[in-house]
């Protein structure tokens, strides 16, 4: 008996590719060879590889000492046996024939994106669920070229991503039932906690921080607190891990910048994607938060 497009099982993945090795990539990556998944991450600039080899295996050792807290001995297995399961490579075609999911972590640059995925597409199987994590940028502008769209949808994690439990699983209009089951399955499998959303700018979380976050930068620009006592604020009157400043810093003020003013150019009419004139001039001076050294605070 055949099984509805609904019904079907979600597919396991076993082979999984990840293509750019930045923060992001990286993080997908570790969660993902912890779960006992094979992974290739890919990037073109071998130095990045490198960088997120070490990154990865730093991130490893503070996981494993929490977890196996007096036994240095299961430490280090089980940074080994994670980084085991990873390899890297400077070549996307080579590195995701085999994958049953791969992931584009690269730059938010669409015509960058678009031209990967083509490319991508054409070197996989029929079968190859094709992801982004993209944080701003429409699905459907992203996979406008892909000739089968059934099979593509969206990952949003977030950073730093072995810490974050949430995953947005993002369907646009023709992401197959089957993938975006598969797609959920694959979040649970990397101990992600899986919410949904349809390809609207932000999904759910962005679409709330970003313009929570510029609602705070008026009110310091305007003179009605500092930044320390709204940090303090919203840490302490909503429980947030991080005020909206120090946020802003550890995300990248030229992301949050980013994010925005693409909103804005998209939507210009809509009164929440707001600009800030304080962030502009950071981002202007090169202050892009703590990857820089500064951005509202100094590190
Ligand atoms: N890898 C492994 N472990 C890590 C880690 C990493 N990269 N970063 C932090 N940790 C662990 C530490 O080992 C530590 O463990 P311990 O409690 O057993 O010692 C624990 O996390 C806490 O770390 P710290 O003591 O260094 O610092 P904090 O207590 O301040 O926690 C934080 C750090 C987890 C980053 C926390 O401040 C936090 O949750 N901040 C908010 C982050 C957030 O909102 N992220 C989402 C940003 S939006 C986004 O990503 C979307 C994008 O599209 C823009």
Known sequence: M????ANMAATKINNLTVIGAGLMGSGISQVSANANINVTIVDSNQKALEKSQKGIESSLKRVAKKKFANDEAAQSN???????????????????ENADLVIEAIVENIEIKQK????????????TIIAT????LRLQDIGKNLKDKTRFGGLHFFNPVPMMKLLEVVKHPETSDATFKTLMAYGKAVGKTTVACKDTPGFIVNRLL??????????????????????????????YPMGPF???????????????????????NDP???????????????KFGRKSGEGFFKY
């Open 2 to 5: 055949l099984l509805s497009k």
């Open 78 to 96: 089980l940074v080994k046996s994670v980084l085991d399961r990873i390899r890297v490579s400077t070549n996307v075609g080579d590195s995701v």
């Open 116 to 127: 990967l995925f083509a490319e991508v597409e054409d070197a996989t199987k029929k079968s």
């Open 133 to 136: 994590n993209t944080s701003s």
């Open 210 to 239: 970003v313009p929570y976050s510029f609602e705070a930068f008026g009110l310091f620009e305007r003179g009605d607190a500092s930044m320390e006592d709204i940090d303090i604020a919203m840490k302490l009157g909503t429980g």
């Open 246 to 268: 120090e946020l802003a810093d550890y995300v990248g003020l030229d992301t949050m910048k980013f994010i925005m003013d693409g909103w804005k150019q998209q939507y210009p």
């Open 272 to 286: 929440s994607f707001k600009e800030s004139k304080l962030l502009n001039k950071l981002v202007k001076e090169g």
